[in-house]
């Protein structure tokens, strides 16, 4: 059976990198990006993404999937010296059966703390982030670095 996948038309996070959206990135490369995520699972949520629109994970090239890993890595290592979390969640979803709400591949960042209420809810679910916060959210992260 193939997979199912949301439809969102136009993509989100084509619109976010083209500029016809508010979005808040935190560290780019040339084939792969970062952002802030605009329903914060726990305050510091971030998504790394390919640039390019792809569906799922096994549609990314190599050379985006180490630039992928790149961010991800500083994205780790910031949030923990940022927030000094006690754990980090951090998963991809593929089709509608895995739980993947958004139509373009990307890896989710979480970081956890002991005592804070968490759910597994779709992300739509949760309450919206101004702008403003994500800034600052952006901010915390890059200044960790």
């Given amino acids: 059976m193939p997979y199912t996948f949301p439809v969102a038309e136009p993509c989100p996070a084509c619109e976010w990198q083209a500029g016809r ?3 808040v990135p935190v ?3 040339k084939l792969a990006t970062s952002y802030v995520a605009s329903r914060q699972r726990t305050h510091g949520t971030v998504c790394v993404i390919p640039k390019r629109h792809v569906l799922r994970l096994a549609e990314i090239r ?3 999937l180490a630039e992928m890993s790149s961010i991800l ?3 780790l290592t910031c949030i923990e010296r940022a927030y000094s979390p006690d754990g980090l969640h951090t998963w991809i979803s593929t089709g ?3 739980s993947q ?3 373009h591949a990307h890896i989710n960042v979480v970081p956890r703390r002991v005592g804070e ?3 597994f809810e779709a992300s739509f679910g949760l309450a919206f982030v101004p702008i403003d916060d994500r800034q600052r959210i952006a ?4 200044g960790a670095e």
């Fill in 96 to 98: 509608d059966l895995g």
């Fill in 101 to 103: 709400h958004r139509p």
């Fill in 117 to 119: 209420d968490y759910t």
């Fill in 21 to 23: 959206e508010p979005w």
């Fill in 139 to 142: 901010d915390e992260i890059r």
């Fill in 62 to 64: 190599t050379d985006e």
């Fill in 27 to 29: 560290f780019s490369t």
């Fill in 73 to 75: 890595h500083r994205i």
